[in-house]
């Protein structure tokens, strides 16, 4: 069944386009049965390039899927159209008082800051607080789950020497966790990020169990049933052109970066990426869906309760 997105967002055609299943507001309305709501806090200055990459995950599974576009309240963007924002997004003030039964919290191009110190830091620790009555379970996107993983355990994020960047191996530490159902013994993640969150420390955190995990980044996925939450360090939902966007930009910008590992075929940025994570991507997003799909109440005045 399709994911209902507003038929003028610009997801709605980019997703048509590649067969994913896509309802209009209108249509989806004349159907009795009731949709799966996911919010999704949008936190990427590239926002429609975001809301494509986690629409098409969310969009390709067998359910009806309601996605709303929430944004910082005071944070203005200014990376997308004022008009976009306006037309397609509301702030986390509008949405306080409803219920989700998922919310994907993004990652934020912010790393090399203290988490108090990002400007929004103290409204978004607000909506953390708000998912344990709000929402029925929650997945934090690379920042966004470090942010969550420190704000209820405590766990430091720590800068890197060099970046980690590219696509690395990580190893299947829960065959048998639902989320990782259907999954290989290893899989190819994208990478890009100049902060870590330590096994070490992981591990002292009561209730946070590592999923997936790699000898050379360090923790992936991180389960915390005790939140109703999943972290994600990594980017699955990452487009086959992605870390070549973010490698040319910063090659033009001269800073200073490394040739994304594993990335270019022979190494060698000339040649075409291959996408190697696009089939974990859907099965672990899908998992994801299915899992609220099964727990969810029907009665969305029960979440969280």
């Known amino acids: 069944m399709p994911i209902t997105i507003p038929s003028d967002l610009p997801a709605y055609k980019v997703l048509s386009d590649e067969g994913v299943m896509v309802m209009s507001d209108s ?21 429609i390039q975001t809301e ?13 899927i309601e996605l709303s576009l929430i944004r910082m309240s005071e944070h203005q963007t200014r990376n997308t159209a004022a008009e976009h924002m306006e037309a397609f997004y509301r702030p986390f003030s509008e949405v306080r008082d409803e219920k989700f039964d998922g ?24 909506v953390m607080d708000w998912t344990q009555s709000n929402v029925h379970s929650t997945f934090g996107v690379c920042w966004g789950g470090m942010a969550m993983a420190n704000h209820f355990h405590g766990v430091d994020k720590h800068m890197l020497d ?20 259907g999954f290989s013994d290893d899989c190819v993640i994208p990478v890009s990020r100049w902060t870590e969150m330590r096994q070490a420390e992981i591990d002292a955190a009561p209730g946070l169990t590592t999923l997936l995990g ?28 992605t870390l070549k966007q973010e ?50 109440p029907y009665d969305m005045s029960k979440i969280g309760t």
Not at 52 to 61: C, D, K, P, S
Not at 106 to 122: C, D, N, R, S
Not at 219 to 227: A, K, M, S, T
Request: proline share 9%; hydrophobic share 35%.
């Open 162 to 181: 060099d970046k980690a960047f590219g696509c690395f191996r990580h190893m299947n530490l829960a065959p048998q966790s639902p989320y990782l159902r």
């Open 103 to 126: 919310l994907i919290i993004t990652g934020a191009p912010i790393e090399h800051l203290p988490f108090e110190e990002v400007t929004y830091w103290q409204e978004l620790t607000e």
């Open 247 to 296: 490698y040319d930009r910063d090659v033009a910008n001269g800073t200073p970066v490394n040739v994304p590992v594993n990335y270019y075929p022979d190494d060698d940025p000339s040649k075409t990426p291959q996408n190697r994570w696009r089939s974990h991507a859907h099965l672990l997003y899908g998992n994801w869906i299915n899992q609220i799909y099964q727990s969810t």
């Open 27 to 47: 249509d989806a309305a004349r159907q009795d049965i009731r949709p799966l709501r996911i919010g999704l806090l949008n936190l990427m200055p590239k926002k």
């Open 214 to 241: 790699s000898d050379q980044v360090g923790p992936c996925l991180v389960e915390d049933p005790g939140h109703r939450a999943l972290y994600i360090f990594n980017h699955f939902e990452y487009d086959s052109d």
């Open 52 to 64: 494509n990459q986690f629409a098409r995950l969310i969009g390709a599974t067998p359910l009806q």
